[in-house]
């Protein structure tokens, strides 16, 4: 049996078939080849010195961990990147909500959910709450004994992450405006804010598209006279 890396450096292990036809080694270390395609070439010969055809196989070789790139949130999603030079981040099982906890200005948010893009190699929490724009946002992530720890496909584990900043991209909504109904605005003109009506119509609009739109749950707060 001969294998090699791209940069062809060739290990050779030979072996003695058993009467029954089986064979084994233990001599195959591929731990000094590079990472990337590993190429394998068999061969078989009898006691004549007849030498078998060449089988050859290929496999992949991959003994890096994925590694942190960046971590952000955006609404109730943080989303942490990894950099996955070989097979790509397994997202056949999810790790466990408890392998991870996050903070805003301290306080904890909950996890309640994880998804993995294996195409973009990007883990996505989904947090109990939106975090507010401006807060201070931090991440922990401990693997510990979870067998669905964030991994690549070859097995190499993530590393865990200790007070990880995450960027906040949470921005705070547009300002309403305000606006006089034309209809209750009295006088020579229905556009000068100007009324001797007692009850007049107010107008307060909200912008609800974009990343600075107001949301389900967001308060509105109208003060009159400070009050």
């Known amino acids: 049996v001969t294998y090699y890396d791209s940069s062809n450096m060739n290990h050779v292990v030979t072996t003695t078939v058993k009467n029954d036809g089986s064979w084994s080694t233990d001599g195959i270390d591929m731990s000094a080849l590079n990472d990337g395609n590993i190429f394998i070439n068999a061969t078989v010969s009898d006691l004549a010195g007849n030498v078998s055809s060449i089988a050859t196989k290929t496999i992949i070789h991959d003994s890096v961990q994925p590694m942190l790139a960046n971590a952000q949130v955006a609404g109730n999603k943080l989303a942490i990147s990894f950099?996955?030079?070989?097979?790509?981040?397994y997202g056949a099982s999810l790790p466990s909500t408890a392998d991870f906890s996050v903070t805003a200005n301290t306080a904890s948010v909950s996890v309640t959910g994880i998804s993995i893009n294996t195409s973009t190699n990007v883990v996505t929490l989904t947090l109990g709450s939106t975090i507010a724009a401006g807060a201070t946002v931090t991440l922990n992530y401990t693997a510990g004994t979870d067998p669905n720890a964030i991994q690549d496909t070859a097995?190499?584990?993530?590393?865990?992450?200790?007070?990880?900043?995450?960027?906040?991209t949470n921005v705070p909504p547009i300002a309403p405006?305000?606006?006089?109904?034309?209809?209750?605005?009295?006088?020579?003109?229905?556009?000068d804010a100007l009324t001797n009506i007692r009850s007049p119509n107010i107008f307060v609009t909200l912008t609800t598209s974009g990343s600075e739109a107001v949301g389900t749950g967001d308060h509105l707060e109208f003060i009159i006279n400070g009050t």
């Open 83 to 89: 950099t996955e030079t070989g097979t790509g981040l």
């Open 177 to 191: 405006t305000i606006s006089l109904d034309p209809s209750t605005d009295s006088g020579a003109s229905s556009t």
């Open 155 to 168: 097995g190499n584990l993530a590393p865990d992450l200790s007070g990880q900043s995450v960027t906040n």
